[in-house]
């Protein structure tokens, strides 16, 4: 067995029997599978035993880091003693009932009420049976429109994919929901033009009651936004942008949906990015960081207006998945909020560590690529840009970002191109050693980058 090639091995039977997910799987067979085999910290190792610093806490949830026992432990404990019952029939376990406690704690004020599913994408199908049968109940059934962004991502199921603005997605959904409509997104950067950031804020803003009028109030029940754009490429909106969408939203007297899938559990700064924003949703979705990755679980935090009418004027909601609040899912999450509020991570985040990473980030501005450094605690986007001053985009997007993603894996960093925006987003334990050494690396990838591309 000494030649015996493990690498080749895993690779084979990939290639024979797995389909990824958000895969060109032809391309993927001719490069070959990268295979993860370990991780601790902010460090992940492959099967050749390459060590990469992960920029991105696997896909922006791993936000305690890799290898905390106490995790481990919580679902070994959990599953000897009730490795599964389900929260219908009268029913409910222990984890989710003190998860749910925990999760009205640390949420923003009117946030009192849960409701659990697996993944980001189920939490937002769960946002649009509650805003629909709100309204059903509101006596407003035609209330059906939902308003979300371009460059939105709200999931991959079908209502997710129809929430999200994923011209890809869209291209290829099929049969997806025809009452969600998508305005433009607060993106200055990209495509603010000669406006200032502020001033771009309020106009794309105002989109939101353009398309309101356009489809006439009594007919939109709900806008749904990211507080910051996470898989369009890290869109932090202009300051006017989220007081502008509420002032209309509540004009309007539509649902306010934030989809804290990624914002929440401290990215920002805060426990959540409606706190960072100053955002006061109706409806919350919220997943990955709310585990850390460890066991899926996601959940929706439902506000007393939707709350009251879902409790006590609705009669059975008929809507539930097998583990909504899983024992041992919830287990996991419980011991993770446990560690980041006993080790104060989330105050970490906004007072030590974020505006480390921004004041080291900051010094790649200098890179002929890089247009510009957008940061806000520990997530960061950054544009690469054909001209810096005029902020000219590349030609064909993408390909210089898929240049830099790959020259980022061979220096031994992940980081994720979205498009031509490079972005960030590691576990908030991360050391300001390990900061320092994700922005060197960054650095040799840009180089290598400018130096494939011949713009040095
Ligand atoms: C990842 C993500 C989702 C979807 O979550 P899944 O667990 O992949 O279904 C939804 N909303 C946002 C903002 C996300 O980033």
Redesign the pocket.
């Known amino acids: 067995m000494n030649n015996f090639d493990k690498t080749a091995y895993w690779q084979d039977i990939d290639q024979a029997h797995h389909i990824h997910p958000f895969t060109d799987t032809a391309d993927l067979n001719n490069r070959g599978t990268r295979v993860i085999t370990s991780a601790k910290g902010v460090f992940i190792e492959d099967s050749n035993g390459k060590r990469y610093l992960d920029g991105m806490a696997g896909?922006?949830c791993v936000n305690i880091g890799y290898g905390r026992k106490e995790l481990a432990e919580a679902a070994y404990k959990q599953m000897l003693e009730l490795p599964y019952y389900n929260n219908f029939f009268q029913c409910a376990n222990t984890p989710a009932i003190e998860l749910s406690k925990v999760l009205a704690e640390i949420t923003p004020e009117g946030l009192n009420h849960v409701f659990y599913a697996n993944?980001?994408?189920?939490?937002?199908d769960t946002v649009v049976r509650m805003v629909h049968q709100y309204w059903n109940l509101k006596g407003k059934p035609e209330r059906t429109h939902i308003i979300s962004r371009k460059n939105a991502?709200?999931?991959?199921?079908v209502a997710?994919a129809s929430l999200g603005g994923m011209s890809g997605m869209h291209a290829q959904g099929g049969s997806l929901l025809r009452d969600v409509v998508h305005i433009d997104q607060p993106y200055w950067y990209g495509e603010g033009g000669d406006h200032t950031p502020e001033e771009f804020g309020l106009l794309t803003a105002r989109k939101l009651e353009e398309k309101i009028e356009e489809l006439g109030a009594d007919r939109v029940g709900a806008f749904i936004g990211?507080p910051i754009q996470?898989?369009g490429g890290v869109i932090i909106p202009p300051s006017t942008y989220w007081p502008e969408i509420q002032r209309i939203c509540k004009k309007y007297d539509i649902l306010l949906i934030a989809?804290e899938?990624?914002c929440g559990f401290g990215r920002t700064g805060n426990w959540f990015g409606s706190e960072t924003f100053d955002i006061k949703p109706d409806l919350m979705?919220m997943?990955?960081g709310m585990s850390s990755g460890y066991l899926?679980i996601?959940a929706v935090m439902v506000g007393e207006r939707v709350a009251d009418v879902l409790i006590n004027q609705c009669g059975e909601f008929t809507h539930g998945f097998t583990y909504s609040g899983h024992p041992a899912a919830a287990a996991v999450a419980l011991e993770n909020i446990r560690i980041m509020r006993d080790e104060k991570m989330v105050e970490r985040v906004r007072d030590d560590i974020g505006p480390y990473f921004r004041k080291q980030l900051d010094t790649l501005k200098d890179h002929p690529l890089a247009g510009a450094v957008e940061t806000v605690g520990l997530i960061a986007g950054m544009p690469l840009v054909d001209d810096k001053k005029t902020r000219k985009a590349f030609d064909k997007p993408g390909t210089v970002g898929t240049i830099c993603r790959d020259a980022c894996v061979a220096n031994g960093v992940i980081s994720r191109a979205c498009g031509d925006r490079m972005v960030l987003s590691p576990p908030l334990c991360i050391t300001h050693d390990e900061v320092d050494e994700l922005v060197k690396r960054l650095r040799a990838a840009l180089d290598d980058t400018a130096k494939k591309i011949g713009k040095t």
């Not at 993944?119 to 937002?124: M, Q, V």
């Not at 991502?153 to 199921?157: K, L, M």
């Open positions: 896909l922006w993944s980001g994408s189920e939490a937002n991502y709200h999931g991959s199921t997710g990211e996470g898989a989809d899938v990624i979705p997943a990955k899926p996601s």
